[in-house]
T-cell receptor, first 112, second 112 residues
């Protein structure tokens, strides 16, 4: 669904820097999901948020990763002190009260 | 947690023939099963989904079947065309709980 927006589309960081990925859901959608996709692999669930609440973060690494979906503004996935293994495509998806998730174009993170 | 297995990893068919991709899941509580198509460098796009209260769903050349007893579901594409070439992912979820659990994908190649 073209309505899900992500920025930046490409992000290059050096090891130890912070990466901030933004996701604006489809207008009217209150559910946001973040997924990570490594090259030649499927998507791995990271975290599920509703406005101002983290509903399920079972797929999120325990350290360095955090996510938020504030009352106003986009959802943010934050990765502190990035390492080379964090290089991947990060996709955001949104849904309304039904199951159907629509994906954004992704942010491709490269850690040098 | 849920585990989704997808086969085959690569499928090559002649244009005009049919293609079938199969997935199994482990969590009997799962009740929503979407299929996504992903072209190289693009976002996953929902092509069809099925909920556990039905056994089959069809949309033009695409159909999905679900066997809850055996915990498997399949994607059927008839009269394949070159534009069907892509990676296809199956997924499963327990609505209201976690995000989607994806299979590892099937690279579908349509031979002219």
């Amino acid at each position: 669904n073209a309505g899900v927006m992500q920025n930046p589309r490409h992000l290059v960081r050096r090891r130890g820097q912070e990466a901030r990925l933004r996701c604006s859901p489809v207008k009217g959608h209150s559910h946001v999901y973040w997924y990570r996709q490594l090259p030649e692999e499927g998507l791995k669930f990271m975290v599920y948020l509703q406005k101002e609440n983290i509903i399920d973060e079972s797929g999120m690494p325990k350290e360095r990763f955090s996510a938020e979906f504030p009352k106003e503004g986009p959802s943010i996935l934050r990765i502190q002190q990035v390492v080379r293994g964090d290089s991947a495509a990060y996709f955001c998806a949104s849904s309304d009260s039904t199951d159907t998730q629509y994906f954004g174009p992704g942010t491709r993170l490269t850690v040098l | 947690g849920e585990n989704v297995e997808q086969h085959p990893s690569t499928l090559s068919v002649q244009e005009g023939d049919s293609a079938v991709i199969k997935c199994t899941y482990s969590d009997s509580a799962s009740n929503y099963f979407p299929w996504y198509k992903q072209e190289l460098g693009k976002r996953p796009q929902l092509i069809i989904d099925i909920r556990s209260n039905v056994g089959e769903k069809k949309d033009q050349r695409i159909a999905v079947t679900l066997n809850k007893t055996a915990k498997h579901f399949s994607l059927h594409i008839t009269e394949t065309q070159p534009e069907d070439s892509a990676v296809y992912f199956c997924a499963a979820s327990d609505r209201g709980a976690d995000g989607l659990t994806f299979g590892k994908g099937t690279h579908l190649i349509i031979q002219p």
